[in-house]
Antibody, heavy 121, light 108 residues
Framework: QVQLQESGPGLVKPSGTLSLTCGVA?????????WNWVRQPPGKGLEWIGE???????NYSPSLKSRVTMSVDESKNQFSLKLTSVTAADTAVYYC??????????????WGQGTLVTVSS | SSELTQGPAVSVALGQTVTITCQGD??????TSWYQQKPGQAPLLVFY???NRPSGIPDRFSGSSSGNRASLTIAGAQAEDEADYHC???????????FGPGTRVTVL
């Protein structure tokens, strides 16, 4: 079973850029799967941020699209998230996750443990 | 609409059956997946598609769907089933994902 691990700063200043990386172990990022970021503000529900394929094709949440960039590094077997112009509303646990699919079914079959990112000065 | 709706909370007596629902226009096209989340833990896939339960998930978890509504049933709920349950699907555009707000299940 593939294992995912998020890494990056746990504290980001307002108006700064949040940068996270997800390492993939026990499998390759260069597969048919899509690689996703999901976040969860404290005490709230899950929010999808976006997804990337190993070719670099991306889909982003319409509500975050103007601030999100995702990338994939096949040589390091990892993918990354950048979120610009952050505010306190971006404080959340950020998860990386793998999507498997067989149309019309899509499901997150592997998740990282999550990393809390706090936006504060 | 690209939203999914869920009831906020439900309680069930130990050993009894509980069903939680998820509703949204995209469910007429795409199947739902369901995730169990306990405090401080990452979500765990418990059911997906027409009739799929991941390895290691007890068979007391089952799912169904009809029209714009999907359901997750826990038959014979156990104390360890107490958690938040989130539904998930593609949105109507087919290019994005959406999650329901989550349903908290309390086992009495």
């Amino acid at each position: 079973q593939v294992q995912l691990q998020e890494s990056g700063p746990g504290l980001v200043k307002p108006s700064g850029t949040l940068s996270l990386t997800c390492g993939v172990a026990g499998g390759s990022v260069s597969t048919i799967h899509w690689w996703n970021w999901v976040r969860q503000p404290p005490g709230k529900g899950l929010e999808w941020i976006g997804e990337i394929y190993h070719s670099g094709t991306t889909n982003y949440s319409p509500s975050l699209k103007s601030r999100v960039t995702m990338s994939v590094d096949e040589s390091k077997n990892q993918f990354s998230l950048k979120l610009t112009s952050v505010t306190a509303a971006d404080t959340a646990v950020y998860y990386c996750a793998r999507v498997a699919y067989n149309y019309p079914t899509y499901y997150f079959d592997s998740w990282g443990q999550g990393t809390l990112v706090t936006v504060s000065s | 609409s690209s939203e999914l709706t869920q009831g906020p909370a439900v309680s069930v007596a130990l050993g009894q059956t509980v069903t939680i629902t998820c509703q949204g226009d995209s469910l007429r096209t795409y199947y739902t997946s369901w995730y169990q989340q306990k405090p401080g833990q990452a979500p765990l896939l418990v059911f997906y598609g027409k009739n799929n339960r991941p390895s290691g998930i007890p068979d007391r978890f089952s799912g169904s769907s009809s029209g714009n509504r999907a359901s997750l049933t826990i038959a014979g709920a156990q104390a360890e089933d107490e958690a938040d349950y989130h539904c998930h699907s593609r949105d109507s555009s087919g290019n994005h994902f959406v999650f329901g707000p989550g349903t908290r299940v309390t086992v009495l």
